[in-house]
């Protein structure tokens, strides 16, 4: 009898070891979730998007941020809000940026690959010696393209049907951003090549740039708030109008990364 009764106690917990058992209870289910763990979650998923669509994730992600902080940087310097502006910073970040990014830092991670302090400069050597100058060329012309389309430019040609104007301007605009982005950028992308995973670096590098816009934005708007009332109105004018294009140069030298 007792045979039997074990033998029948072993089957019963057999059937129940091969069921999945979920275990809720009503106590529990009404605790608001910690924040943290909605992070976790929304990092979760947008890992996944990574893998499952990495260029359309973060040509998206590239577009949105560089439309964030152009927002950011005009409802510091600017009056009223230029829709225009944004959209084309949309633009850029998310069909061109982006996508040059992505393909040229897997290409960096394949080419030259390990996390030795050799191999780390050699990915940041390439990418300041060769891609950052010619993405910054690139990047200029379409900006100046998509302005001219636009109609928000005084020169109503295109740099490919106004080759003289616009070789003018980018002789005076192209060798200080080049150095802007050599000196800010060089330790960044050091930090990135070595210690964030490929997949993520992208998306550090266009983070970093709407702090760093914002942050630009907010001393350059503090700075002309703090010039002396007792100047003219002429000088006024032309100091604001320098900082609003030490501004815009700056924002377009960050806006390539």
């Known amino acids: 009898m ?11 917990l057999s059937s129940l070891r091969g069921k999945n058992w979920q275990f809720t209870s009503k106590r529990n289910s009404s605790l608001p979730v910690h924040p943290f763990h909605r992070s976790f979650h929304l990092f979760s998923w947008y890992s996944h998007q990574l893998e499952k669509h990495p260029l359309l994730t973060k040509s998206i992600t590239a577009g949105i941020i560089a ?11 600017e009056s009223c809000w230029n829709a225009s502006r944004t959209s084309r910073f949309v633009l850029l970040g998310s069909l061109y940026s982006a996508p040059s990014r992505h393909y040229f830092f897997q290409y960096l991670a394949r080419a030259f690959p390990g996390s030795l302090p050799f191999q780390v400069a050699q990915r940041v050597g390439m990418e300041r010696v060769f891609f950052a100058p010619a993405s910054l060329a690139v990047w200029l012309t379409s900006l ?3 302005e001219s389309l636009m109609d928000e430019t005084s020169v109503p040609k295109s740099p490919f049907s106004n080759v003289s104007h616009y070789s003018e301007q980018f002789t005076t605009t192209y060798p200080h951003l080049l150095r802007t982005s050599w000196l800010w950028w060089t330790p960044i992308m050091a930090f990135n090549f070595r210690y964030i995973p490929v997949q ?21 708007s503090r700075r002309t708030e703090k010039v002396d009332q007792d100047v003219s109105k002429d000088q006024r004018n032309r100091i604001e109008d320098s900082v609003e294009q030490m501004v815009e140069m700056h924002m377009m030298s960050h806006a390539l990364y």
Request: one cysteine or more; glycine letters at 4%.
């Open 2 to 12: 007792s045979c039997h009764y074990l033998h029948r106690t072993k089957t019963r």
């Open 67 to 77: 439309g964030t902080g152009d927002v950011a940087c005009q409802s510091m310097t």
């Open 144 to 146: 100046w393209t998509l």
């Open 200 to 220: 993520y670096q992208v998306l550090w590098v266009n983070v970093f740039n709407l702090v760093w816009n914002t942050y630009l934005s907010y001393q350059t």
